[in-house]
């Protein structure tokens, strides 16, 4: 009989210490900012699939494929509702002339790096076109044009 009341003990203090190294808090806070909101959705790989992208293609046909609005997180709303935010894929453009040659450059937003409510460079892709012509995709392609002799 003694037994069987060490074993429940035992078995009693094994779950105790297993279950106190299971344990989960979730303290999530209702209203977040969008830049904690992203953060907890940052993602690994671009927001924009930049494989349906290829060089050759018409500006008109990359604007095409790209949407115009990029998800980056949720809002809690009152009750549980949620809404979803979004940012503009398009951040900036710019004209670029090197050596006599021109180019438009357009920075759509690829990546969260720091999630803190700015886009900023290092978070943006740059599309360089030459003649309304998709040339380059990437931000080495992209330096490699600026540094033309």
Known sequence: MLTYYWQRIIC???LVI??????????KPINQSPAQTAQTLTPSKPMIDLSKISIGMPIDQVKSVISDEIPVG???????QTSQLTVKSLQKEEA????????????????IVHPDDQITDDELTPLVFENGILIAKTWDD???IKSKP
Do not use: D, H, R
């Open 74 to 80: 949720f809002t809690v709303k009152e009750e549980g």
């Open 142 to 144: 992209f330096n490699k």
């Open 12 to 14: 009693c203090i094994g």
């Open 96 to 111: 670029l002339s090197v050596q006599g040659f021109s180019y438009q450059v357009l920075y759509y937003f690829t990546y």
């Open 18 to 27: 297993c279950g106190g190294c299971a344990v989960v808090t979730v303290n």
